[in-house]
């Protein structure tokens, strides 16, 4: 399909410290600004994301600011899909930069392919502060790392492209109702006694995305919805890259582990639900894989090894709470 106008949209919620780089990186586009818009998504900020935010509209008028009072990124998508006037929407997150080429890039992908279901690319780690001692290389898909080559591709689950940086013909998304609210969210009741104690030390704010949202699981099923029922293709170009920026005060190794251990659980249900088997298989073999590196001294390191274990535990955690 032929792309002439473009919707970016940010779903936001007290994210003040970080927006502007978002919003930076947009309005530095090498595209035409009269070629796109930008969309905030206010999602009831209670710090000083709005002023920050009407300081830049002030002077682009291709800005709009546009409140969503129902909690949660689902609604923010969704109210983003009601509101935008471009025949692409892309999506990235308030903490995220596009790189400047990505428009340009964007449009020839949709100019140059037939029937796209979505499309998205790399993403990259970029720190706002000193990179914190516990981090380890390994942890990179912890942080939304993606990157599948230096090739356009069609993508087939578990290949997907991430929620910080996918675009999606506009109507497509109308036509399929938007994004499913009120999934993805275990809740406290669902928690072991460890695990509630790991939830309970993650920052306020964070523990609220995590409850909250749902926002892993909403990408995926998007996504899967697109693949599997409405049989459209998925393309990931290197090309359409962001650089996720990471706040080390904002994610402590608790908050990973915890936030890996969800992800399981959610994969594991929407798996279930589209039919798609070898996951729990596939998560057995990855704990046995993680205790034989360790075994053989050629562990990614500590941390590293507990995420990944993690995220099979959740896995087998939704299988054995489903066989009850």
Known sequence: MKAEFFTIAICTYNRATVIEHSIKSVLSQT???????????????????????????????????VNEQNQGLSYSRNRAIEEARGEIIVFIDDDAEMCPDYLNNLKKVFDEEKNIGAAGGPVEVGWLEPVP????TGLARAFNYLYYGSFRMKLKYPRMIFGTNMAFPLSLLKKMGGFRTGIGSIGEQSLSSGEMK????????????????GYAESDIEILLQIEKKEGLPILY??????????????????????KALWQGRS????????????????????????????????????????????????????WLHGEK
């Open 31 to 65: 595209a035409s600004r009269s070629n796109y818009e930008i969309l905030i998504i206010d999602n009831n900020c209670t710090d000083n994301t709005v002023e920050i935010v009407n300081k830049y509209s002030s002077m682009n008028d291709n800005i709009r600011l």
């Open 237 to 258: 170009d290197p090309l359409l890259k962001v650089r996720h920026l990471i706040s080390p005060e904002r994610l402590t190794p608790e908050y990973i582990l915890t």
């Open 198 to 213: 790991m939830f309970h030390r993650i920052d306020k704010n964070e523990r609220e995305r995590l409850d909250i949202t």
């Open 267 to 318: 994969q594991y249900r929407l798996e279930s639900h589209y039919g798609i088997k070898g996951g729990v298989r596939n998560a057995l073999w990855c704990l046995f894989e993680s205790y034989a590196r360790i075994a053989l001294g050629k562990s990614g390191g500590r941390l590293t090894e507990r995420f990944q274990r993690a995220l099979a535990r959740g896995i087998v955690k939704e």
């Open 133 to 136: 001692s516990w981090y380890e």
